[in-house]
């Protein structure tokens, strides 16, 4: 896959590999935020896949360490998730637990490209990233789940996303050839 080049001296420390930034609700687990759902069918073996064959993975998600205090909602959360010693929810935690249980494998960042920002000085809001699997990307396709709570989601549909990895040689063979 050809990428636009800033900087050689990024993609040679990467060597070769792409970095590859993913969601998390609605993405890698079924929406039940602030909650962690149930993992989307073939999100863990895809996201295995990509680490297997050499590539890095961002999450890039919604969730924080230190979710603010201007959302006085979470303080129901607060036996589940715990403040801070500032007063804010960590949320952030549970979807790494996630990835650790799940995927088992360590993610290159969280919410940034702390390669790209240490090569470039660059600490924009834009995180820099080759490419970007989230449930509100356009071309996605969809599976449709029902959460615990009996809500309907659209979640990715990551056998499209296996394939279209495969046909752009993120990775050399489809892994969810089976999943329903």
């Not at 804010?88 to 993610?107: C, H, K, M, R, S």
């Not at 834009?126 to 599976?143: A, P, R, S, T, Y």
């Not at 309907?152 to 489809?174: A, H, I, M, S, T």
Request: aromatic content about 12%.
């Amino acid at each position: 896959m050809e990428r636009i080049n800033p900087t050689q001296e990024y993609y040679d420390k990467l060597n070769g590999s792409l970095v590859i930034g993913v969601d998390f609700d609605n993405t890698c687990v079924i929406d039940e935020w602030p909650y962690v759902g149930a993992s989307v069918p073939g999100a863990a073996e895809v996201l295995k896949e990509i680490i297997k064959n050499g590539h890095e993975l961002i999450l890039f998600t919604q969730r924080t360490a230190n979710y603010p205090e201007c959302c006085p909602e979470l303080a129901v959360y607060a036996d589940t998730f715990g403040y801070n010693e500032d007063g804010t929810v960590d949320l952030l935690t549970p979807a790494l637990e996630w990835f650790e249980q799940n995927v088992g494998q360590e993610i290159f960042d969280v919410n940034k490209n702390g390669l790209w920002e240490e090569m470039c000085d660059d600490h924009g809001r834009k995180i820099f990233m080759d490419l970007l699997i989230d449930d509100h990307n356009v071309g996605m396709e969809f599976e449709e789940a029902i959460n615990r709570f009996g809500a309907e989601c659209r979640v990715v549909d990551w056998k499209f996303v296996d394939q279209w990895l495969v046909e752009r040689g993120v990775y050399p063979n489809r892994v969810l050839l089976t999943v329903k």
